[in-house]
């Protein structure tokens, strides 16, 4: 007699399932709290770091510590010149990083971290600013500040309550929340921002036309009137597989391309003027448009060249091997 199989039983949810939805959900209550609890104190930290000539020195000890050096990595690259200073460091001679126009900011979450009150007493003595991070308002590091941000009471995702798990990411998003007010109130730009990240995909989706494209003599370009012969001649010379046609102004009027030879093959094709053959209105782009977009263009047009004008004359022209070469696809 053959055995039955056994009943299906549905799948328990795992220990590490449970603990971790466990984790997110008391971690984003914590932060859904402090975003409602931000009030002027949070204005009054971003108007002294604005305010700040020289470099933000971000400081913590132990795990504030990570995450103050991720806090003045992301004021760095997004337009507000920071540092990480370690607080123990600090006390042996790195003091000497914080200088005068500098301003401090210093992450603990008892507010009573021994390790900087070197750092602390710096800023003091020497009149620098310096705005706290805490998670208690009454306490030594939270008294000396000029402006204090308070985290809300908030139970750590630890089980025992003791490893820095919540209250370390309040600050990692708080840090971020300043990073972007500062952005937004500064009015960084999109090439500030690519001057920052030259590397990387973030660096070459933000990649300008102007710094791929071939200027100048190595410009496919004729003058109206010109016999398709020597258009030819020019197409076949600057490999572009394109010649583009200046008018009296020096405007590009139009554009022959390979595609347009074929259409007007036949007898008297090379003695024509190229305005008989060219192609109007040609697709263009600025130099200052994104690369990324001009690929964009090129693909949907199936297209291998863009000349790139200014007030409609040809400064420049891009090819699709420049886009592939920058990395763009």
């Not at 008294?143 to 003791?162: I, K, N």
């Not at 024509?272 to 047009?301: K, W, Y």
Request: with cysteine; proline share 5%; net charge neutral.
């Amino acid at each position: 007699m053959a055995a039955r199989s056994p009943k299906s039983r549905p799948e328990p949810v795992s220990t590490a399932l449970a603990s971790a939805r466990r984790v997110l959900a008391l971690e984003g209550a914590a932060l859904a709290a402090l975003g409602r609890g931000l009030d002027a104190r949070f204005e009054r930290a971003v108007e002294i770091l604005a305010a700040t000539k020289g470099r933000v020195a971000v400081t913590g000890m132990g795990k504030s510590g990570h995450i103050a050096g991720k806090i003045a990595a992301t004021l760095a690259s997004t337009g507000t010149p920071a540092l990480f200073v370690h607080p123990a460091e600090a006390a042996h001679g790195d003091l000497g990083m914080v200088v005068k126009g500098d301003c401090v900011l210093a992450l603990s979450n008892s507010g009573e971290t021994p390790e900087l009150a070197a750092i602390v007493a710096h800023t003091r003595r020497n009149g620098l600013p310096l705005v706290a991070v805490v998670g208690r308002e009454a306490s030594s590091l939270a008294e000396a500040a000029d402006a204090v941000l308070a985290l809300p009471e908030a139970e750590e995702a630890c089980p025992m309550g003791l490893a820095p798990t919540t209250s370390t990411t309040l600050m990692l998003a708080l840090g971020d929340a300043l990073a972007v007010a500062l952005l937004e109130r500064k009015g960084f730009t999109a090439e500030e921002f690519h001057v920052l990240h030259p590397g990387g995909k973030l660096g070459r989706m933000l990649v300008r036309v102007s710094e791929l494209m071939h200027q100048g003599e190595e410009m496919p370009l004729v003058a109206a009137g010109t016999a398709m012969a020597d258009a030819i001649l020019v197409m076949t010379a600057k490999r572009f597989g394109c010649v583009g046609v200046r008018d009296g102004r020096g405007q590009l009027a139009g554009v022959v391309t390979d595609g347009d030879l074929r259409r007007h093959m036949g007898d008297g094709l090379l003695a024509r003027p190229v305005e008989a053959v060219m192609t109007r209105a040609p697709q263009t782009i600025g130099p200052r448009a994104l690369a990324v977009e001009a690929l964009r263009r090129m693909n949907e047009r199936s297209i291998t060249s863009l000349f790139a004008v200014e007030a409609g004359r040809p400064v420049g022209i891009v090819h699709i091997h420049d886009l592939l070469r920058a990395g763009l696809a």
